[in-house]
């Protein structure tokens, strides 16, 4: 993994942002069209939503390390790092889907891809294993994510993130002996203790989705 290449490039998109303030507009001209799901802070709505957005950014790297280290832990690094690398590959070098798009504003799009690519890992752990390969659940910040990317564009990057990892992670994956010691060592104490500090990104920072009062309007 070449994670240090990715916070290369985010400080870079951070140094943008302190002189062309696009971020900062982008989000302004959003705050008064947000989905009613999305509940902010009465103060400083607009703060709070920058710092969720950069936050969202700047954990790219993080989780992706730590998944590498997860992944190798459990010996699945083989299958796992590939799909990854993936994630890391969306940063570095975005499909042409993204192209154009620069500063922390394109970030957001390339983080999303990351974090969706890590999220699906999760979900087909879940599906044959009962469990997530890495206990962190980042499914309220992407839906955050794909409202403020907006609803057409972001379902185009879904289709490129299940495009990326269809066949990645087939049957073979999850019959492998080491795959089904890992899922008795997720649920350990000393994992689940191990993963405290991955807090849910969008309650740390103060935004949240209302997905009851979204359904009962």
Known sequence: MNTSALRAQIQQAQQHETGSHQLHRQLQAQLPHLHPSIQLPTQDALGALTRFVIAYIEQVPDVLDAANQVAREAGVEAQIKPVLKVAEQFFLQPP???????????????????????????????????????????????????????????????????????????????????????????????????????????????????????RAS
């Open 96 to 214: 042409a889907l993204v192209a154009g798009h620069d500063g922390l504003s394109g970030l957001l799009d390339e983080a999303y891809l990351a974090h969706r690519v890590v999220e699906e890992v999760n979900d087909r752990y879940i599906t044959h294993l009962g469990q997530p390969l890495i206990p962190l659940d980042t499914t309220v910040a992407n839906l955050i994510a794909h409202q403020l990317i907006g609803e057409a564009f972001a379902n185009q990057l879904d289709e490129a993130v299940h495009h990326a990892v269809d066949g990645m992670l087939d049957e073979n994956t999850f019959s492998q002996e080491s795959v089904q010691v890992y899922r008795e060592q997720l649920s350990s104490p000393e994992t689940e203790a191990a993963w405290k500090r991955w807090p849910c990104l969008s309650s740390q920072l103060g935004v949240e989705l209302q997905l009851e009062k979204q």
